[in-house]
């Protein structure tokens, strides 16, 4: 990657940066004073389609294959590339599932939670998936001390995001997983999402030592690439459940 195509990667990945935090704060402002659920439902949207668009590189996945060797590194990378995404188009079906569960149990009614904590522990997913950005940036530049910090940055942060929702959230919510639908529904989905985390975190940490042993260079980087867009995804599912648990609808105990 040449210095300029560098400079613009970054330039990005700080707009999009931007916009993710201003349209998390009117998306915020909307439900707490107007709460129209339509308006909120468009902004996780839009937040989500800036994600798949720029920092997982959805476009990557329609560039021409050059090589007709099969063995080749290009040929094998475009095919990795089209496995992960089928992978995680399968992983979004059970996640939109849990999505449909919620909108059909509770309507627009919601459980009762922390708000302030709620939106600090989305602030934080969204910090992590810039920092996994800029990883990957720097490892296509060949940067390899900032990849190592991008990441190590990232994982702290997802340890965090963990911490938050598991460790906090789960222990001072109003009812506990067998209190009725509310609980369940509560439960499934940020448990079923925060295993995903765990697994992401553990992905992050076995690209991080092998980036330590120097595996990776700016030209195959495939797992690099792999961990952020898998890490990314992690976050555009928190797009739609943190409003839909924490934000539409009117509370209820």
Known sequence: MTDSNHSSGMRTGFIVFAILAILSAIEFTLAIFFNVWQLIALVALMKAGLVVYYYMHIYRLFEPDESDHHESYAYKLATNRIGLWLFLLSDFFIFGGLLLSRVNLLALTRPELNQALGLAVSVVLIFSSVFAYFGETYMQQGNRKRFLMCYSATITLGILFLIGVVG????????????????????????????HVLTGVIFLIIVLRNGLRGLYSPEKHWAVEASAVYWHFVDVVWFFFYPALYLIGTAVK
Do not use: K, L, N
Request: net charge negative.
């Open 168 to 195: 906090v959230e789960w222990r001072i919510a109003p009812f506990g997983p067998a209190d009725g639908v509310t609980g369940a529904i509560f439960y499934v989905m940020t448990g079923f999402h925060a295993f």
